[in-house]
């Protein structure tokens, strides 16, 4: 029998089951937090925030060393990662920083989440900074990559680097691929042309901030007012009719309300030294809401 297609990604792995994948964010690079976080059950992805912190790719580095688990490996018989790392940037989408992303993804990334994306534009040069250069022969040559050696990325993945450039394409342009482009809508300008975004060939999923930046955008003073309710629900039935991911950093008081509304994406918030009390709580409220896993 033909074995099924397994994703190193264990977030792409669930996304294209249809489950609900589970993340927090951290600030802690460090050795331990790695350790503390690696092969925690109960998530599917952290992302290192380098938006509001130092973009510091040295200890990037180190906390990816911490999360190599080569016992987990044995006694799944697989590389498949547990969790997976994704990272965030300070450089909005319109400063055209891809270098950044090259970078973060040659030491091992998984994923990247984009802040301020505002135009299809702006998407497709993150799309193509992650993708390699087509070979004459590819199936998927477009948007065309523009990506070169592989750095550090085979290591960390813990396959060839022949397999590694075959796999470090993005989902789901191409089924197979185990990178991840999650764009950050903030703007009114954005929300103007999220279907746009969302239809550029290999974005991965949209991930909602907390909506300070888009409430400023709209000139009001308070995320939770209802034009920033309006605008958030908007994107969300973007990601429904474009039939992508949608989701981001939600807490016990709104879980259930935003899995209704049609996050599949969900994350606990900050995690500094493993999964802590409020963590934990998001965790199980999911659960009780019907969370797919």
Known sequence: MEQRYLHLNPVIEK???GKHV???????????????????????????????GAMRFDQLEVFLSGMMDKAGILERGNAQAHPAVFARFAPYASEEAQWVVKHALDLGLMGVLINNVETAEQAENIVRTMRYMPARDSKIPNPRGVRGTAGAGPWFWGISGAEYRERADLWPLNPEGDLLFWPMIETVEGVKNADAIAQVPG????????????????????????DVDAAMAEIIEVCKARSIPVGGTVGTANVAEKMEQGYQIISFGGANGGLSAPNEAVRAAAIAAGARR
């Open 15 to 17: 996304l294209s089951e």
């Open 22 to 52: 589970f993340g927090v964010s951290t600030s802690d690079f460090s050795l331990q937090n790695a350790r503390s976080l690696a092969r925690d059950p109960d998530i599917d992805f952290v992302y290192l925030d380098m938006e509001h």
């Open 203 to 226: 974005v991965g999923g949209f991930y909602l901030g907390a909506a300070q930046d888009l409430s400023n955008s709209l000139g009001v003073p308070d995320p939770s007012h209802p």
